[in-house]
């Protein structure tokens, strides 16, 4: 057998389950055999009007009839002879027999043809309207169940995919007992969802493969010219340029290094837990960039990350130290000259929430603060207002590798402008998850 003709064969499973039945194919028959038993239940009920009408006004004839024979006993004269008549000239008369029935005739004809008429249209026009309203009704309360049906499935539908996330679309839609149409939109979603992270599997591979391989040569590069400096190998006119050029070299190297760290939490990430205290990494973060804060002049307030007395948090420590040390570098990097930077903790027993506020560079365009423009910033290479020449630190990958770090431990991160010349950034961790969303 060939590879064709393996490929070609249907799988066991897909050949034995049972296709869904279409909605549309469903509503029509249901519809369709209602009506017809509908017709057939009227034909019935004037069937069944028809002959009970006759059948009453024939009994009711036949015992009219019976009562107009009419007997006669004989007649006593008055002299007192029996069995004599002023009629029969006084000799005995015949008196035994009977008087014939009264003939009906045509007036009476007509009075009974229209009593069985009125009779037969009466139980009719009850009986057919009341056939034509169960009818009715019943149709209504079917088409109503089996549209519900199909809009609670489009319901489900809809309320799934609202809850995917474009960026790790992990999730798939199901339903139970769907019909052809939803059963095949869902599929489609599906196969759809299917392609999206197929695409950003290898989107995220190649980031890796490529920045695996482009290590060791930027730091082949960047030790030998370093090496060639310390030697003093190059002129002093051209110094500047190879100082310039192990600058951005340098620079590359951090990017080539973030773009590693950001692609192995996206893909696979640590799923080790233990209690760890959210103010101290706070504290070792500030400290960590105490020396780049001091050269903008940059007022840090933490005065409550000394008093903060909350229990551990059950989480990943790495993830949440990278997530913190990304956000308090934000801030440092993105705020003006003698500026301030905020931090603070909360913990209200479900939730510790950790607060970042720096001031910054109002936008040039006031739209791009709206809350969709400030969630663009969570895009890797995402710089805002800056641009690639604006010489600023920075590859613009500190906030995804802090949203990738929050996703990774099942926490949430929020950004925000609460005033133009106001960055915000909240990290929340709830104590009841203690575990990783990875």
């Known amino acids: 057998m060939t590879d064709a003709?393996?490929?070609?064969?249907?799988?066991?499973?897909?050949?034995?389950?049972?296709?869904?039945?279409?909605?549309?194919?469903?509503?029509?028959?249901?519809?369709?055999?209602?009506?017809?038993?509908?017709?057939?239940?009227?034909?019935?009920?004037?069937?069944v009007s028809l002959d009970w009408a006759f059948q009453h006004q024939v009994d009711t004839i036949s015992t009219g009839s019976s009562q107009a024979t009419i007997t006669t006993e004989p007649s006593t004269p008055q002299d007192g002879v029996p069995g004599t008549a002023d009629s029969c000239?006084?000799?005995?008369?015949?008196?035994?027999?009977?008087v014939p029935a009264l003939d009906?005739?045509?007036?009476?004809?007509?009075?009974?043809?229209?009593?069985?008429?009125?009779?037969?249209?009466?139980?009719?026009?009850?009986?057919?309207?009341?056939?034509?309203?169960?009818?009715?009704?019943?149709?209504?309360?079917?088409?109503?169940?089996?549209?519900?049906?199909?809009?609670?499935?489009?319901?489900?539908?809809s309320r799934q995919a609202a809850q995917l996330d474009p960026e790790h679309p992990s999730g798939?839609?199901?339903?139970?007992?769907?019909?052809?149409?939803?059963?095949?939109?869902?599929?489609?979603?599906?196969?759809?969802?299917?392609?999206?992270?197929?695409?950003?599997?290898?989107q995220r591979s190649f980031i890796r493969n490529a920045s695996h391989e482009l290590k060791t040569p930027i730091t082949t590069i960047g030790t030998s010219l370093e090496a060639l400096m310390v030697q003093n190998r190059f002129p002093e006119d051209v110094q500047p340029a190879i100082r310039h050029a192990i600058e951005a070299n340098r620079k590359s190297g951090e990017l080539i290094n973030s773009l590693l760290e950001l692609s192995r939490i996206q893909t696979a990430p640590d799923t080790g837990t233990e209690p760890v205290n959210p103010a101290g990494l706070v504290k070792d973060a500030l400290e960590a960039h105490d020396e780049e804060a001091r050269s903008r002049h940059l007022r840090v307030e933490a005065a409550g990350l000394d008093s903060y007395d909350g229990a551990p948090v059950e989480t990943n420590p790495r993830y949440l130290k990278l997530a913190v040390d990304n956000l308090v570098r934000n801030a440092i990097v993105h705020n003006t000259d003698r500026g301030a930077i905020i931090c603070a903790i909360h913990d209200d027993g479900r939730h510790v929430v950790i607060d970042i506020v720096n001031t910054t560079t109002?936008?040039?365009?006031?739209?791009?603060?709206?809350?969709?423009?400030?969630?663009d910033l969570l895009q890797p290479f995402h710089r805002g207002d800056a641009t690639r020449m604006a010489n600023q630190p920075g590859h613009g990958l500190g906030l995804s590798i802090a949203k990738a770090c929050a996703d990774a431990i099942?926490?949430?991160?929020?950004?925000?402008?609460?005033?133009p010349d106001t960055f915000h950034a909240e990290i929340m961790l709830d104590r009841h998850i203690g575990m990783l969303a990875g």
Not at 362 to 375: G, H
């Open 89 to 98: 000239n006084a000799e005995p008369c015949d008196v035994s027999g009977t």
């Open 5 to 47: 003709e393996i490929t070609q064969q249907p799988a066991p499973h897909a050949a034995c389950q049972r296709r869904p039945a279409s909605f549309r194919i469903r509503l029509a028959v249901t519809v369709g055999l209602l009506l017809l038993g509908m017709l057939l239940a009227v034909i019935l009920v004037q069937n």
């Open 362 to 375: 109002p936008p040039k365009k006031p739209e791009t603060s709206t809350p969709e423009n400030t969630a």
């Open 172 to 202: 798939r839609i199901s339903l139970d007992h769907p019909d052809a149409e939803t059963a095949g939109l869902a599929d489609a979603l599906n196969a759809m969802l299917d392609r999206i992270e197929q695409s950003n599997e290898l």
């Open 104 to 157: 009906i005739g045509r007036a009476g004809a007509e009075g009974v043809v229209l009593t069985v008429r009125d009779g037969v249209v009466q139980w009719m026009r009850y009986g057919s309207l009341a056939v034509f309203a169960s009818a009715a009704l019943l149709a209504v309360l079917i088409v109503w169940n089996l549209s519900g049906r199909l809009t609670a499935h489009l319901d489900s539908i």
């Open 410 to 419: 099942g926490a949430d991160l929020d950004i925000s402008r609460p005033a």
